[in-house]
C-alpha cells in the first residue's frame, strides 16, 4: 500500500509541478482483477479502488493500520462507478448497481467484491476513516434520492448533486461521501471555491472523455496552483486549499470528506474576485 505524506501550506508554495502531483494526486487506481489502496496521513485517509474481473477480491489489511482486518477501527464508503457489481459483508451480499453506493461501518471483518458481468465490471470507488463507534452496513440508491441543484448554463456551473452518506441520510462516524454530474455545457465545479479547515476532502474525477481533462484549483486562495488531471484519478485537498476545477467537457466528480464534523453546509466560502 502505498503512502501519502502531506505537504503544508508552506512547503506547497516552493513545490514543482512533479512534486505537487506526487503529493496530492492519486493516479493509478482501477486496475482491472486488483484492488488498489493508498494510505494519507492527513486526517487517516485510504483512498482505493476494486475492480474485479474474474474470481471475487476480498479486500485487505496492511501492516500500517496494525490492525486484523481492515475494518477494525475504520468505516469505509463504496461508491460503483463501473458495470453492476456486489459487494459480500460477513457473508452477506449487497448488489451495488453504477452510482449506487454502500457503506460499511466499523467491525466488519470479511469484505469482497464481485461483478456481475467480468466483461463489464463493476469500478468501486473506496474511501474511509477511522471511525470511533459502529453504524450499520447500509446500500444508498442513488436514484431514490433527493438531487440539489446548482449553478446555471449562463455561468457554465450548471451541476446536480447526490447526497449519498451524510448526516440527513446514511449515517457514519465521520465519512461525508457524494457525486456531482455536470450538465452538457457546464464546465466549473465549486465555483465560488471555499474551503474548511474542519476536515479534509477528497475529489474523484470521473466521466472524463480520454482525449479531455480537468483542470483541478488548488491551495490557499490567494496562492492557487493547478493540475491537469485525467478520468479516473483522485485528488486530495487539505483544509487549507480550495478545491474547485474546470473541464474541457462535462464530467462528473465523486467528492468525500473527513475530520472534526459531519455539516456539509460548513464551508468558508471564497469570493471568485478575491483568488489569486
Request: charged residues 20%; hydrophobic residues 40%; negative net charge.
Amino acid at each position: 500500500m502505498k503512502i501519502l505524506q502531506m505537504a503544508d501550506a508552506v512547503r506547497y508554495r516552493t513545490m514543482t509541478t512533479e512534486e505537487l502531483r506526487e503529493t496530492f494526486v492519486v493516479r493509478d487506481l482501477f486496475e482491472p482483477g486488483a484492488i488498489k489502496l493508498v494510505y494519507v496521513d492527513l486526517d487517516r485517509t485510504v483512498i482505493g479502488s476494486a475492480v474485479p474481473t474474474g474470481a471475487p477480491l476480498l479486500l485487505p489489511t496492511d501492516d500500517a493500520f496494525k490492525a486484523a482486518y481492515f475494518t477494525e477501527r475504520r468505516e469505509l464508503g463504496i461508491f460503483n462507478i463501473g458495470g453492476a457489481g456486489r459487494v459480500t459483508v460477513n457473508g452477506k451480499d449487497f448488489e451495488v448497481p453504477r452510482l449506487d453506493a454502500l457503506y460499511v461501518g466499523r467491525g466488519n471483518e470479511a469484505i469482497q467484491f464481485a461483478s456481475a458481468d467480468p466483461a463489464h465490471p463493476a469500478e468501486f470507488y473506496l474511501l474511509s476513516y477511522p471511525a470511533h463507534t459502529a453504524h450499520p452496513i447500509q446500500p444508498v440508491r442513488s436514484g431514490e434520492l433527493d438531487k440539489v441543484t446548482l449553478g446555471s448554463a449562463e455561468a457554465a456551473n450548471h451541476r446536480q448533486i447526490t447526497k449519498l452518506i451524510h448526516l440527513a441520510g446514511a449515517r457514519s462516524c465521520q465519512l461525508v461521501m457524494g457525486f456531482t454530474q455536470l450538465a452538457p455545457g457546464s464546465v466549473w465545479n465549486t465555483m465560488p471555491p471555499h474551503t474548511h479547515m474542519r476536515r479534509s476532502e477528497v475529489y474523484l474525477y470521473f466521466d472524463v472523455a480520454p482525449s479531455d481533462r480537468v483542470i483541478h484549483l488548488m491551495g490557499p486562495p490567494q496562492q492557487t496552483r493547478n493540475l491537469v488531471l485525467a478520468n479516473k484519478q483522485a485528488v486530495v485537498s487539505p483544509g487549507w486549499s480550495i478545491h474547485a476545477g474546470v473541464g474541457t467537457r462535462n464530467y462528473s466528480f465523486c467528492w468525500g470528506m473527513g475530520g472534526e464534523n459531519q455539516d456539509y453546509a460548513d464551508m468558508d466560502g471564497v469570493a471568485i474576485a478575491g483568488l489569486l
